[in-house]
């Protein structure tokens, strides 16, 4: 009876239900989750920056344990990876930029006032006295009725963006409310579609205006790599890139903003409206004469296949990102590595954790892929270059799973849901928590717009399910202390480690959790790995068209 009743407790708690020792290799082990990170964010490993010996250590050290589990190569021409051709720029971040008006330059410091990088391929970037504009939240979408541009032409400008969505801020009564999701930020809310709109509309530098909630980080993160950027060496987007992109203080735009007579807190009002238009700021320029230095990298994702059975030409993922930030300047402590233990050596880990449990299981119908990409930190580069190019067909992928980042601070009575109504593997979802003794929790910020942010998204753009798994998107229900200390988890790890020489190893970790988030993972593979179903998206969902225009090559 005490055995039993031991055995039930550690099955809700830890999602791994005692068992015989034969059938242990079928279970998660946390233990193995530890080590695995202890290795992979050693100093050895020099924070795991793509294009340096890290990568090496890295990409040898995953093929190796791939190999060791007896999966086959998943990537080209039957080798373990695939090659992520990228660019790794830096311009120099000692050199100030500068606002000029009425005859008087205000310079701007990196890292401090201004945070600016390239994605262009160029030796030096000269920008001499662009006009600038200021373009509100700098969305056009047609199909909310909003366009924030109007007849402005930003050709050869330097354009200023408010963080996040329109409505982000908007009290109730306000035109702009729900128009975009309230809280949850779009894709129009991202940095990224606002350099990207930028460089379509012929800008010559886009700067996002940092506040910390609404970006959903503070601003040492946004400034953590001034001057460095990574992109794909062939991008395949259809606009070349701004040739300056990145962060302005709050209190750098709110000096710029009194140049020209206006109040940065007056213009966020104004600008959560649908009758707000772009305008220039009359009488101020941007200048930048930066030397900038490119590496060419021949980068890696990493590639393991599981193959199937009677449906063997369909394919689950399960992915996770390897690198990490590299090294950057000197800590309190004088540590330079930021190994990214938690982002995502655990994740990577946990896909490593899948792949060992799924192989020493039953066999499955289906194919599964097991993909740790590249440059995930620098935009989602790898993730982003296999669904340009992918070895497996998408439209003949089920489903993608992402660990990135999971949370260390024990068991916990809920999952959390990133990106709340996107697809069904959501409802997949809580019958796997239900049958550990959980439930499903949406994520608790979803103004920090954490589903743009992570390598499904590659995925999701060309149509495929995904599912992401992401210990920051909300503070758990802990057993050990509820939601407080869920809560009081994430704000310590981001407000203090996130991208930091902090998010190290540590062997005090409570991987209970992780286990469980995992675990879950591992059902839902389970389940689809031997079913003919293929999850849909939901009604609604901005995903749904592109996958029911492949709907013929999947069969029933």
């Known amino acids: 009876m005490i055995y039993r009743a031991v ?46 010996p890290g990568e090496d250590k890295t990409v040898a050290y995953l093929v190796d344990q791939f190999k060791s589990l007896g999966l086959e190569p998943g990537g080209e021409n039957g080798s373990w990876t695939q090659a992520v051709p990228m660019i790794h720029t830096r311009v120099d971040a000692s050199t100030p930029v500068f606002f000029g008006s009425g005859g008087k330059s205000d310079p701007l410091e990196q890292g401090v006032d201004i945070e600016v990088s390239t994605l262009r391929n160029l030796d030096r970037i000269r920008i001499e006295d662009a006009p600038v504009a200021f373009v509100g939240f700098g969305v056009d979408a047609p199909e909310r009725e909003w366009n924030d541009f109007g007849s402005i032409d930003l ?19 306000e035109p702009a409310a729900g128009r975009f999701g309230g809280r949850r930020m779009t894709y129009y809310g991202r940095w990224a579609y606002k350099f990207e709109e930028a460089a379509r509309r012929g800008a010559l530098a886009a700067l996002v205006i940092h506040e910390t909630e609404a970006a959903g980080y503070p601003w040492s993160v946004a400034s953590s790599s001034p001057g ?30 009194a140049r020209a007579g206006l109040d940065l807190d007056k213009l966020r009002v104004e600008a959560r409206s649908p009758e707000f238009e772009a305008f220039d700021l009359q009488g101020v320029t941007f200048s930048a004469d930066l030397s900038n230095s490119v590496e060419t990298i021949e980068s890696r994702n990493v590639l393991a296949l599981l193959s199937g059975g009677a449906r063997a030409d ?50 499955l119908d289906r194919s599964v892929l097991f993909a740790v990409w590249t440059g995930e930190e620098s935009g989602l580069l790898g993730s982003k270059a296999y669904a340009a190019k992918p070895v497996h ?67 999701a753009r060309k149509g495929v399910p995904v599912l992401l798994i992401m ?46 988030d995992i675990s879950a993972i591992r059902m839902i593979m389970s389940d689809l790995g031997n079913s003919s179903r293929w999850p849909e998206w939901k009604p609604g969902s901005e995903f749904k068209a592109i996958r029911d225009r492949t709907a013929a090559a999947r069969k029933p």
């Open 7 to 52: 055995c039930l407790l550690l099955s809700i708690l830890a999602a791994t239900a005692c068992s015989k020792p034969e059938e242990n290799a079928a279970k998660i082990d946390p233990g193995r989750l530890s080590e695995i990170v202890k290795v992979l964010a050693s100093e050895e490993f020099g924070g795991r920056a793509p294009g340096t």
């Open 155 to 173: 050709e050869g400008k330097v354009a200023i963006f408010l963080v996040n969505d329109p409505d982000f801020a908007a009290g109730p009564n």
């Open 228 to 257: 460095e950027n990574y992109a794909l060496a062939q991008s395949g987007e259809s606009a070349r890139p701004v040739a300056l992109q990145g962060w302005l203080h709050n209190d750098a735009a709110a000096r710029l903003l």
């Open 314 to 363: 369909e394919f689950l993922m399960a992915s996770a990102h390897w690198d990490a930030y590299g090294k950057g300047e000197p800590d309190a402590r004088g540590r330079t590595v930021r190994p990214g233990a938690n982002d995502d050596a655990l994740g990577t880990a946990g896909v490593l954790e899948l792949a060992r449990v799924l192989k020493a299981g039953p066999p």
């Open 393 to 459: 067909p998408l439209e003949k992928t089920a489903a993608n799973f992402t660990l990135d980042i999971l949370q260390t601070a024990g068991a916990a009575r809920d999952i959390i849901l990133v990106g709340e109504g996107q697809s069904e593997l959501e409802d997949d979802l809580v019958r796997a928590a239900r049958s550990q003794g959980r439930v499903v929790t949406p994520e608790s910020l979803p103004e920090n717009g954490l589903f743009y942010r992570a390598d499904h998204f590659s995925m």
């Open 471 to 516: 210990g920051i998107a909300g503070g758990a229900d802990l057993v050990d202390g509820g939601r407080e200390a869920g809560e009081q988890w994430v704000a310590d790890y981001v407000g203090n480690c996130y991208h930091k020489t902090c998010d190290a190893w540590d062997p005090d970790w409570d991987l209970t959790g992780a286990v469980q």
